[in-house]
């Protein structure tokens, strides 16, 4: 073998599963990634080793879920990530390609040069494979949902409706959140319309008017995915600042709803796809509230007081314009200055205002602080 390897202990040859071939993914001569499955469970096969004289190819053999696999071969997960699994196995073929060895393994004890660059996606699929993993004709925008909740080809109403909702907030907010950094027009029509339900976890294509709304899932959903799981909480809080709140708070509900009801998630724009699981999102949440991110945004209004106490240092202030009503506590500086508040919805007055957001995985809390108030 050409790559060092620790010493190994044999086990029974029935836990690996090569019969049923589905699918070759990379060949040269011979396959060097491919597909198989016994009973509807998915295996990965990747040729990772041979001998000198070439007649004892050496792959790794792991379990893989059929949403990762459909998402491999879309781009949506790199290989690396795939073979950095918990139950690993590898086995040997001989020149008549059959079983010599097999041998439970921890990721940890591969020689890190024989793996492929963790950065690195496969090349782009043909539409058979990809057709073949997916199990139907897909739209240009699909959303595929799998997972412990999703059985017998069936979803509550309540769930569907859920991830409905919060998916048609995120792809809204993600377009114009797209075209204020490309500096674009925003699309005038941003709602998905689902094409056809199917079964098989659970897939739904979709038509959406504008092709902008696409190429905003396409760059920004993994682009915030990818930063919010590997970021610091400095970095993270500085991501935070950059973006618009509508379209933190869409996205956080779109995680939330993913992992609330322990789905895998697939977002496939034409050939290339977006991966979520529970495991990335917990990791996700884990930053972002470990960042303590807070939001501070200066308003000024026009209108009137209509209640308010020094002692117990809260306002109540309504927007003449909107009728907004601004509920929230009184500065320690204008209450230190001030020994009454006239109270009235008749004299009009201005009004500064603090907003503070402060950001959690699962929710937005808004304070109001009152700094100034004409007499």
Known sequence: MYFTWPKLQTSLTDAINIAECVVTLIEHDEPLLFVTKK???????YLIDENEDNDVRRFLHIQISHMKLRALVTQGVTLYECLKADNLYIFDLDYTSQIILSAEIKFEQLDEAALPVSSEYLPEMSENVIETLFGFESSDLCFILAGSNVEHHSMSFDKMSKYLYTTQKVASETAIFYCEIHDLQPPVETELRVLAPKSASFAINTYVKENIVLEAI??????YTHLFSTSSSVEIYNILDEIPTSFAQSLFSYFNVIMSNKFESIIKVKNQSFYLDTEKIKLIKHNVNHAKYIREESINTTGYLIGGNLKTDHFDFIDKETGIIYKGRISEDYSSSHETLMLSDKKIRKARLMLSIKYKFSS??????????SE
Do not use: K, S, V
């Not at 009973?39 to 096969?45: A, C, G, P, Q």
């Not at 396409?218 to 682009?223: D, M, Q, V």
């Not at 937005?364 to 108030?373: D, H, I, R």
């Open 218 to 223: 396409n760059e920004i959903l993994p682009r």
């Open 364 to 373: 937005f809390a808004q304070e109001y602080t009152l700094l100034e108030l």
């Open 39 to 45: 009973e509807n469970i998915y295996f990965l096969n």
